[in-house]
């Protein structure tokens, strides 16, 4: 947070503070609802992927402390990568008795299919994108290729030579049994019976930020498409992504005035968009994420095994 203050404010003097907090304070009150609306809506389709991805491995939990470990996770939003969400399959482990060959591809297929939704995103916004893609189409193509890696996965002998390539090594050996039961459940997850699904859920979960994108850029004033905006919302989504940066912190908000600037929209104004975005999309979060971890560390950290019995985390469910 820290680093978010020192980036926010760098960026602020980059392009004026004077016309950034004027154009902030200027922006319409009444956004903010439809704002949080269009964030929680996002969360909330994505809490019932997380709940259906737990059914089809067999694990059963009571939907309270199913929620409760679920957005208590978003405090992790602002980890690199959102790497630091990979705490819930801990939990699930050490609190409701589900093995981490279970728990770990859970969280691995939620960020498999949220790129796959912001890349489709992307992908339907360029098709009204008008500016150049100059520096853009490198990274764009490396998101391409995404698909193309997990087809390959769905191939057994190639999960197959994974595990033994990685079993290989001394120190992972012993592990070898836990890899293959995780490739096996992440390769459930992400074959074709999940995939359909899976993939639309989070396509509108994501489709719910980029109308919020839109609606900053109409309470600036800012003469922004709705398929524009979705292109500007997912791309910088997606750079910042790849950036491994925690939260995407810089660069998805460079990426955002970078882009707003090839539509003629002066840097101060997409600095304010960026801002405004964010705001209601990764630091909402934060804020999700904490109201639901302090009224809950003793569910989360008590000392048993589990509250209420362990979980079971059976064969999938039909």
């Known amino acids: 947070m820290a680093a978010t203050a020192v980036v926010y404010v760098a960026g602020a003097a980059f392009v004026g503070w004077g016309d950034l907090r004027s154009r902030l304070g200027d922006f319409p009150a009444h956004l903010y609802l439809p704002l949080a609306g269009l964030s929680l809506a996002n969360y909330g389709l994505r809490f019932l992927r997380w709940e259906l991805f737990l059914r089809r491995l067999g694990i059963r939990l009571d939907p309270g402390k199913s929620a409760v470990l679920y957005f208590s996770a978003y405090l992790m939003v602002i980890?690199?990568?959102?790497?630091?969400?990979?705490?819930?399959?801990?939990?699930?482990?050490?609190?409701?008795?589900?093995?981490?060959?279970?728990?770990l591809p859970v969280v691995l297929a939620e960020r498999v299919y949220d790129f796959l939704g912001v890349l489709l995103l992307a992908a339907a916004g360029l098709a009204a994108w008008p500016g150049p893609l100059v520096g853009l189409r490198s990274g764009l193509l490396a998101a391409a290729a995404v698909p193309a890696l997990l087809a390959l996965f769905q191939v057994r002998?190639?999960?197959?030579?994974?595990?033994?390539?990685?079993?290989?090594?001394?120190?992972?050996?012993?592990?070898?049994?836990?890899?293959?039961?995780?490739?096996e459940s992440l390769g459930r997850l992400l074959g074709p019976a999940d995939a359909f699904w899976a993939v639309i859920l989070s396509t509108l979960a994501w489709a719910a930020e980029?109308?919020?994108?839109?609606?900053?850029?109409q309470g600036l004033g800012l003469e922004v498409t709705f398929g524009e905006?979705?292109?500007?919302?997912?791309?910088?989504?997606?750079?910042?992504?790849?950036?491994?940066?925690?939260?995407?912190?810089?660069?998805?908000?460079?990426?955002?005035?970078?882009?707003?600037?090839?539509?003629?929209?002066p840097d101060s104004a997409g600095a304010a968009a960026a801002l405004v975005i964010r705001l209601f999309t990764l630091w909402l979060a934060v804020a999700v994420g904490l109201a639901f971890w302090a009224p809950s560390r003793r569910l989360l950290l008590e000392t048993e095994t589990t509250a209420s019995g362990p979980a079971k985390a059976g064969p999938p469910a039909p």
Not at 211 to 216: F, P, R, T, Y
């Open 79 to 103: 980890t690199p990568g959102k790497i630091g969400e990979v705490f819930k399959a801990g939990l699930l482990r050490e609190r409701f008795g589900v093995p981490l060959a279970h728990g």
């Open 157 to 183: 002998p190639v999960r197959n030579r994974l595990v033994a390539r990685v079993a290989a090594r001394r120190q992972l050996a012993r592990y070898r049994d836990s890899l293959e039961g995780a490739t």
């Open 210 to 217: 980029c109308v919020g994108m839109w609606l900053a850029c």
């Open 229 to 265: 905006a979705t292109f500007v919302y997912a791309a910088g989504t997606l750079v910042g992504s790849l950036s491994f940066l925690p939260g995407g912190l810089g660069g998805t908000e460079a990426t955002i005035v970078w882009l707003l600037g090839r539509l003629a929209v």
